[in-house]
């Protein structure tokens, strides 16, 4: 499987949160699996780090890299397809998510209800 892990999903798998569910901690964790980092996420991170609603040790860069995921660029193309979602739910970075797992192709992994709204293969 091609997985596209959301910001929380992420955080949460660096920090070896016991709230990310094993059924996702697995499908990451698997050889066969190839685990993709979105640029919108590094760049959420960076967001809420500067603003001091996240402490997050090492560059974001650096722990993608740890973990042998790979990172996907934004694109023109997830640009306007997020913009041409349904306003289902309010927050860019998952609406940028979202549109870049249906170009693609990947299986967004996420514990948000309001991302799971929107037509995209999930864990």
């Known amino acids: ?11 949460w798998w660096d920090t070896h949160d016991t709230r990310l569910p094993d059924t ?3 499908a990451i964790e698997s ?3 190839e685990v993709f980092v979105s640029a919108a996420t590094v760049w959420e991170i960076a967001i809420k780090r500067s603003s001091g609603k996240l402490a997050f040790g090492m560059s974001v860069a650096k722990a993608i890299e740890q973990h042998r995921f790979i990172s996907l660029p934004i694109t023109v193309d997830h640009a306007e397809g997020a ?4 306003q289902l739910h309010r ?15 990947l299986i967004l992994v996420t514990v948000d209800d309001q991302i799971l709204r929107y037509a995209v293969p999930h864990l």
């Open 1 to 11: 499987m091609r997985l596209l892990l959301d910001t929380r999903a992420f955080l």
């Open 24 to 26: 996702h901690r697995l």
């Open 31 to 33: 050889p066969r699996n």
């Open 83 to 86: 913009g041409s979602l349904p």
């Open 91 to 105: 927050d860019p970075f998952d609406r940028l998510l979202v549109a870049q797992a249906q170009l693609e192709g």
